[in-house]
């Protein structure tokens, strides 16, 4: 049997690919005060949005239990009788990486799962976790596919282009002043992660069309000649996405690309408009 692929719901992996590559999804959780909901589950991105763009005050966000995972991890095992890989948001941003190891830790060698913090977010793991269950479907060992991810994990890049400071400032990663005379003058910050998983300011440029160009002349300096995986996620800006997609295209020898919506759990950090640029070599 094939080794088991699971993530969580931040990792923004469109549906249809989900199941073609039998990747297992563990939800967190987006409170608007009383409500809560299941990202992805009875929340989706569009929904997500509107309420957002409505309500007065700032959404929360939950991890799963360790028991939710315990219960995944179980009955995948029980199902297929083969290990299982854990890959998750970064453990910077959030305790969904520390609730799985718990659970992997409480289960011992009654169930063997490997948990792996990605320190990243949305698809910038939701690639990584692809490259991975990809190799899993074609009957690749535990130890190649752990050998892939780790090689990812030094050689994958994620840049986030804000729309707006408003939900930075909400959130309380930039103040009230800086996010007010950002708007004034058209700033798009460019954030990123660093290697420890954390967010930091990239760059900031006024205008998008510098931005875009900021964030192109970056991945040359990587990248350039290389055969490359390119996702870009995007909170309601499907046409900014589609040509940032194009603009990447242009440039680079693309052989895996795919489009898809920033869910709830990071749409609410970083705010509608949001487009975020993932990219890793084959």
Do not use: W
């Amino acid at each position: 049997m094939t080794i088991q692929i699971v993530t969580d719901s931040t990792a923004d992996i469109p549906k249809d690919i989900l199941q073609e590559l039998n990747i297992h999804v563990v939800p967190l959780k987006v409170h608007f005060g009383e409500e809560t909901y299941e990202d992805g589950i009875d929340l989706t991105p569009a929904n997500f949005y509107d309420k957002l763009e409505s309500y007065e005050f700032v959404p929360t966000t939950s991890q799963p239990t360790p028991l939710q995972f315990e219960e995944v991890y179980t009955s995948l095992y029980e199902k297929n009788k083969t290990e299982i890989i854990s890959l998750h948001l970064s453990s910077k941003l959030s305790g969904t990486f520390q609730s799985a190891y718990m659970a992997e830790q409480t289960l011992g060698e009654e169930v063997p799962v490997t948990v792996v913090d990605t320190k990243r977010a949305s698809y910038a793991i939701g690639i990584i976790v692809v490259e991975a269950a990809i190799l899993a479907k074609s009957g690749a060992t535990k130890d190649a596919i752990m050998q892939r991810i780790n090689e990812m994990l030094e050689t994958t890049s994620v840049y986030f282009l804000v729309d707006t400071l408003e939900y930075l400032q909400k959130n309380g990663r930039i103040g009230k002043a800086s996010a007010l005379v950002g708007s004034l003058l058209k700033i798009k910050p460019i954030l990123s992660l660093n290697k420890e998983g954390e967010v930091y300011p990239y760059e900031k440029v006024r205008g998008q069309k510098k931005a875009i160009q900021k964030i192109i002349d970056r991945l040359k300096d990587e990248y350039e000649g290389k055969t490359l995986h390119v996702g870009i996620s995007h909170a309601k800006a499907s046409d900014d996405a589609a040509m940032i997609m194009e603009a990447v295209k242009s440039q680079f020898k693309v052989e895996r690309e795919v489009i898809t919506d920033i869910g709830p759990v990071i749409g609410t950090h970083v705010g509608p408009g949001t487009v975020s640029v993932s990219v890793t070599p084959m």
